[in-house]
């Protein structure tokens, strides 16, 4: 299901040239996605889309981040922060994609995505 997304993402972004968000706290900003963010923790991610008016996200689900009780913060809760901006009628990217290596992961965001994103 990752690598589905993966592809997803490569086939979108070779049609258009968009403004996007990379959410990874590990892998580097694939090349051919010059000239988009990177955020490397859930707080940045938050900041980051916050200001800024992206085409595109892409989520990683583990970003080794942790709120302030210890618990952890993935990409899947920044699909939850972005379905609830959108349920208050504020902007999130009209494309949302996944790219984790979580199997379990990408299901979780994926079926945000599906059900609140679309």
Excluded: C
């Amino acid at each position: 299901m990752g690598l589905s997304s993966i592809v997803r993402l490569n086939d979108f972004l070779t049609e258009k040239e968009e403004y996007g968000l990379y959410v990874d706290d590990e892998r580097p900003l694939p090349a051919q996605y010059k000239g988009w963010d990177v955020a490397r923790n859930y707080d940045q991610a938050i900041k980051m889309l916050s200001a800024n008016k992206y085409d595109v996200v892409s989520l990683d689900h583990d970003i080794a981040s942790w709120n302030k009780d210890d618990r952890e913060m993935t990409g899947y809760d920044i699909a939850l922060w972005l379905a609830e901006r959108k349920h208050n009628n504020k902007y999130v990217p009209p494309e949302v994609f996944v790219h984790s290596a979580n199997p379990v992961g990408v299901k979780n965001i994926q079926g945000v995505v599906d059900r609140y994103l679309k």
